[in-house]
């Protein structure tokens, strides 16, 4: 985390993305910063220095996606703690992530933080690009304490635009020819 207050705060941060701008960078991902809760607070959510990257990306003259990871969360939320958050950051980045990995536990707060994001899908983000709140890794594994089925999962995850990023080891048994056909299917 970076003091946003200091005076050289803004030209560091600045220098930092135009380094990864002159590379070719063309995807940030911002590792424990993101929108999700931790015991009812947020999890290493500093708006300051979200908004300072964000500013930093659009003067680097480099199109970049921005993307937020929190690195942790708290499942007993009731899904519209995370909104105000979301709300923060819908346009100023392009990805951010708003719940723990779907393989496990309390699936009804999956739901609920996915039905209470609606507003945010597909807002204007960073760089005129559109912004989605980001459910994180799905995975087909088959849960026998939570009875999981992955194409309603896959169903709900299609519908909620967020972006597709399988959270496992693709070589496991317990991956189905049907299971990686609804990863891969265009539609």
């Known amino acids: 985390s970076v003091n946003g207050t200091h005076p050289a705060s803004a030209a560091f941060i600045d220098s930092v993305y135009q380094q990864y701008a002159d590379w070719g960078i063309d995807f940030i991902k911002n590792d424990c910063i993101g929108v999700t809760t931790s015991k009812g607070h947020p999890y290493n959510y ?33 899904g519209t703690d995370e909104v105000p958050l979301a709300a923060t950051v819908a346009n100023i980045t392009n990805m951010y992530r708003i719940t723990d990995d779907w393989h496990g536990g309390d699936m009804k707060y999956h739901y609920a933080v996915a039905h209470a994001m609606e507003p945010f899908i597909g807002v204007v983000g960073l760089g005129g690009d559109l912004s989605f709140p980001d459910l ?50 265009p539609r």
Do not use: C, H
């Not at 480099?62 to 942790?72: D, F, I, K, V, W």
């Not at 087909?140 to 080891?169: E, H, V």
């Not at 020819?177 to 990863?183: G, K, N, R, V, W």
């Open 46 to 78: 500093v708006p300051s220095n979200i908004a300072l990257v964000s500013d930093a990306i659009k003067k680097s003259g480099r199109q970049m996606a921005y993307s937020l990871s929190p690195g942790g969360g708290d499942q007993s939320l009731n």
């Open 136 to 185: 994180d890794m799905l995975n087909p594994y088959k849960n026998a304490k939570d009875d999981l089925d992955f194409k309603l999962q896959m169903t709900l995850w299609a519908i909620a635009r967020s972006p597709l990023k399988y959270g496992a080891d693709i070589r496991d048994s317990s991956l189905t020819a049907e299971d990686f056909a609804l990863m891969t299917n």
